[in-house]
T-cell receptor, first 112, second 113 residues
Framework: DVKVTQSSRYLVKRTGEKVFLECVQDMDHENMFWYRQDPGLGLRLIYFSYDVKMKEKGDIPEGYSVSREKKERFSLILESASTNQTSMYLC???????????FGEGSRLTVL | DAKTTQPNSMESNEEEPVHLPCNHSTISGTDYIHWYRQLPSQGPEYVIHGLTSNVNNRMASLAIAEDRKSSTLILHRATLRDAAVYYCILRRRYGGATNKLIFGTGTLLAVQP
């Protein structure tokens, strides 16, 4: 079975801190995604990557950056966390452009 | 990106069929219809997808209207474990947009024992 693992289920950070959210997949998938999920807003795409060192902005990239140095790992970075970035963050991977998405269990970030 | 419209919530009784509707009146000819669901405290999981013809798999059936402006996800016998948020999503077949799956707010399905 495909496994997408997110490094932390729960994080609490302070305003202005730098935050790293790590995601690792074990199926050699080329495409990886970061979404955030908020009540009433559903899932919104932040960034995605279609290959190592390649990335594209999603619908809400402001305040975020990403890194894909290895195929299996896709990191989401909050350079200076703010309270409006308190959210559930979901990582996903996909093997083919037409394939299904496999999601991790999510990382719930609280910024105080 | 073409949008989908789903009811915010639905209720069903255990062991009865459930029909979850989705409207996508601006669908284009190359858009696939995907369904995902999200169980409590988990990431979304793939359920089914189709283009024009009805589709069946072990989890559900997908009925697509002839004009493709709407579709229905059918759970043949709902169980308590089917209580989840169900998302109907359009995926473009060609071009850079194929990399993006745009999720809406979905339908929260409650299953009563």
């Amino acid at each position: 079975d495909v496994k997408v693992t997110q490094s932390s289920r729960y994080l609490v950070k302070r305003t202005g801190e730098k935050v790293f959210l790590e995601c690792v997949q074990d199926m050699d998938h080329e495409n990886m995604f970061w979404y955030r999920q908020d009540p009433g807003l559903g899932l919104r795409l932040i960034y995605f990557s279609y290959d190592v060192k390649m990335k594209e902005k999603g619908d809400i990239p402001e305040g975020y950056s990403v890194s894909r140095e290895k195929k299996e790992r896709f990191s989401l970075i909050l350079e200076s966390a703010s309270t409006n970035q308190t959210s559930m963050y979901l990582c996903a991977s996909r093997g083919r452009p037409a394939g299904e998405l496999f999601f991790g269990e999510g990382s719930r970030l609280t910024v105080l | 990106d073409a949008k989908t419209t789903q009811p915010n919530s639905m209720e069903s009784n255990e062991e009865e069929p459930v029909h979850l509707p989705c409207n996508h009146s601006t669908i284009s000819g190359t858009d696939y219809i995907h369904w995902y669901r999200q169980l409590p405290s988990q990431g979304p999981e793939y359920v089914i997808h189709g283009l024009t013809s009805n589709v069946n798999n072990r989890m559900a059936s997908l009925a697509i209207a002839e004009d493709r402006k709407s579709s229905t996800l059918i759970l043949h016998r709902a169980t308590l474990r089917d209580a989840a948020v169900y998302y109907c999503i359009l995926r473009r077949r060609y071009g850079g947009a194929t990399n993006k799956l745009i999720f809406g707010t979905g339908t929260l399905l409650a299953v009563q024992p």
